[in-house]
Nanobody, 124 residues
């Protein structure tokens, strides 16, 4: 069982940066693949980034590649999402998700554990 709590959301201007953090409970955090998803109003939840259990590999949606960076600290049970050069279209509720697997996927249905979400609003 893993409980996830996101933080770091807020309102920023286009071009600004923001760092989201997800704190996970449980002693087996290092065995979970972690991911960030987002959902904009009126749209489906979409994949943003994922990172392997060891942190050795990360994968990104094309829309954020080169601007966002996912990282994790297994000693602190945290996974972060550094978001640079933010655009108005990045506005959404961002969710942290966990999957008990060494395989990373971009399908939200593969993730069993979810945080409550944190709002990111980017003004142009």
């Amino acid at each position: 069982q893993v409980q996830l709590v996101e933080s770091g959301g807020g309102s920023v201007q286009a071009g600004d940066s923001l760092r989201l953090s997800c704190a996970a409970s449980g002693r087996t955090f290092s065995t979970y693949a972690m991911a960030w998803f987002r959902q904009a109003p009126g749209k489906d939840r979409e994949f943003v980034a994922t990172i392997t259990w060891s942190g050795s590999s990360a994968y990104y949606a094309d829309s954020v590649k080169g601007r966002f960076s996912i990282s994790r600290d297994n000693a602190k049970n945290t996974v972060d999402l550094q978001m640079n050069s933010l655009k108005a279209e990045d506005t959404a509720v961002y969710y942290c998700a966990a999957r008990y697997s060494r395989v990373v996927v971009d399908d939200s249905s593969a993730y069993k554990y979810w945080g409550q979400g944190t709002q990111v609003t980017v003004s142009s």
